[in-house]
């Protein structure tokens, strides 16, 4: 059951990987999202060690967050955070108080 897990686990952090290289290499979320990702596909083979070392729960939920992260990653590939804005700013937007 856990080599199941952990090859899951393995799939979903190539896919998600494979979804950033669509992303401009300075992009933040890029950069972190990456370094992230190949710390914990690098990590210990052993299922109960890999949990301890990532401490983000069971080995289910590490998935389910891959998952949603992958997710995610497609998404922002959709929206482009990176590129300008279509429209300028009006002036004093983020002033406060007006």
């Known amino acids: 059951m ?9 799939i979903l952090y190539s896919k ?3 979804s950033l290289q669509t992303m401009p290499h300075d992009a933040p ?3 972190h999202t990456e ?6 596909f690098n990590h210990e083979r052993d299922v109960e ?3 301890k070392k990532i401490n983000c729960g069971q080995i289910e939920e590490v998935i ?18 990176w590129e300008s804005l279509v429209e300028e ?10």
């Open 64 to 81: 389910f967050q891959a998952e949603c992260e992958l997710a995610l990653s497609r998404k922002m590939s959709e929206w482009k955070p």
């Open 29 to 31: 979320y890029r950069k």
């Open 2 to 10: 856990a080599g199941l897990l952990k090859k899951r686990l393995r």
């Open 35 to 40: 370094q992230l990702v190949n710390e914990r």
């Open 16 to 18: 998600i990987l494979a």
């Open 49 to 51: 060690k890999l949990e």
């Open 89 to 98: 700013l009006p002036p004093n937007q983020w002033k406060w108080p007006i």
